[in-house]
Each structure stands twice: as C-alpha cells, then as structure tokens.
C-alpha cells in the first residue's frame, strides 16, 4: 500500500516549452502533495505544498509562475514547468500525505522526473 | 522549528560489518521522525519512522532506529551490512501535525566494501 507513481520518469525538452508532471496517488486518498528538487548528490529541496482544492503554498524562492501546481483531485498533483531553460533541469520528486491510517502521519514519495531542457 | 542534523556525509563499512548512520534532530514540539533509503535515479522509500510508544523502531530491510529524546537523537543502524545496502540515507523529522511539512536532512552515502 501507499504507492505513489510519476509521470514521466524523463523528459528532455527545448528550452522555452512548458513540461508537465503527474504526480498519482494509486491506492490512497492525499490530502497534502508535496514537489521537491533534487540536485546531484544533494538533499531535497521543497518548492511547494499542495492542498487538494486549494492554491499552492510556495516555498521562498520557487516562482510560482514558473511552477504551476495543480492539486485537483485527492490522487493528482501536476507541476508544470513553464517556460523551461536549461537551469530548470533537474530531478523532480513528489510526495502525498493520505486522510487516514499508516498515510496520515507519513509522505510517500514518486519515482521521481528527470527533466532535461536543451 | 524542526531540523536534522546527518552525522557523516559518507560512510563506508565492509560487508557484514554493523552500519550506524546518525541523526540527530532539533524541535519545538514532540517530533515524528523518519528514515528513508533513495537509490541512484530513485525516489525516497521509507525505511522506518517513530510516531509514538515504542522508541525501538524496526524497518523493513533489517534496519531499526532507536529514538532517545535525552540525546535528540534517531541514529538508523544494522547489524550486518550487504552491499545492496549501498544508497543514500535521508533522515527527517516533522511535527505532530497531519500533513505537516518535513525536514530533511543532507543526506548520507553509504558504501559497502566487499
């Protein structure tokens, strides 16, 4: 149980378009996604907490116009990458907190998405 | 205010010896804490975590976690290292809120020498 997928595992892009990111809760309801950014040999970094229904909360730093989030169902979290450039590319990992049970207290987390802009 | 603080950044132990990779966290209010394991190009997978009673925490792998509230600390440990045990650690702690944000800490790297 507690099983969170992504979509797509990796995307390479041209600079200047926009990327989507799923982010799927399979077997649980989420009520808080959560998207983080992973640079090479680092910790993560949060961008931003989702709240299914409601706007996201943006950490200090991350531009929530270039990072759109969408919480709109309690299994599904997007990111968009608008505007991508290549210090955008990244690994992209989110994670879902559920309504009840073992979900409640812990984040699950993707597989994460590998975005390289050229 | 929650923090983590990961003793050691890299670690190396021979197989079958005993793996220790400390934690120690900072928080206002009564903490959840948590270990995860990340895989090259891998998300996080959790390992273990402490909610409440018990403060001897056993996870999936053979690792278990001891919570001492006296030291602050949540050192992940195993007693006899394999080399798929070879990955990056995260410890985290977050507050007794549902939903509530975590906070990492920098990780370490666990290498095991065959």
């Known amino acids: 149980g507690a099983v969170v997928s992504q979509h797509p595992s990796r995307v390479i892009c041209k600079s200047g378009t926009s990327v989507k990111i799923e982010c799927r809760s399979l077997?649980?309801?989420?009520?808080?996604m959560f998207w983080y950014r992973q640079f090479p040999k680092q910790s993560l970094m949060l961008m931003a907490t989702?709240?299914?229904?409601?706007?996201?909360?943006?950490e200090q730093g991350v531009e929530k116009d270039k990072f759109l989030i969408n919480h709109a169902s309690l299994t599904l979290s997007t990111l968009t990458v608008t505007s991508a450039h290549p210090e955008d590319s990244s690994f992209y990992i989110c994670?879902?907190?559920?309504?009840?049970?073992?979900?409640?207290?812990?984040?699950?987390f993707g597989p994460g998405t590998r975005l390289l802009v050229l | 205010a929650q923090s983590v603080t990961q003793l050691g950044s890299h670690v190396s132990v021979s197989e079958g010896a005993l793996v220790l990779l400390r934690c120690n966290y900072s928080s206002s209010v009564p903490p959840y804490l948590f270990w995860y394991v990340q895989y090259p190009n891998q998300g996080l997978q959790l390992l273990l975590k402490?909610?409440?009673?018990?403060?001897l925490v056993k996870g999936i792998n053979g690792f278990e976690a001891e919570f001492k509230k006296s030291e602050t600390s949540f050192h992940l440990t195993k007693p006899s290292a394999h080399m798929s045990d070879a990955a990056e650690y995260f410890c985290a702690v977050s507050a007794r809120t549902t939903g509530n944000q975590f906070y990492f800490g920098t990780g370490t790297s666990l290498t095991v020498i065959p």
């Open positions: 077997d649980f309801q989420a009520t808080t």
């Open positions: 989702s709240n299914e229904g409601s706007k996201a909360t943006y």
């Open positions: 994670s879902a907190i559920g309504l009840a049970g073992v979900t409640q207290e812990t984040q699950y």
């Open positions: 402490y909610t409440s009673a018990a403060t």
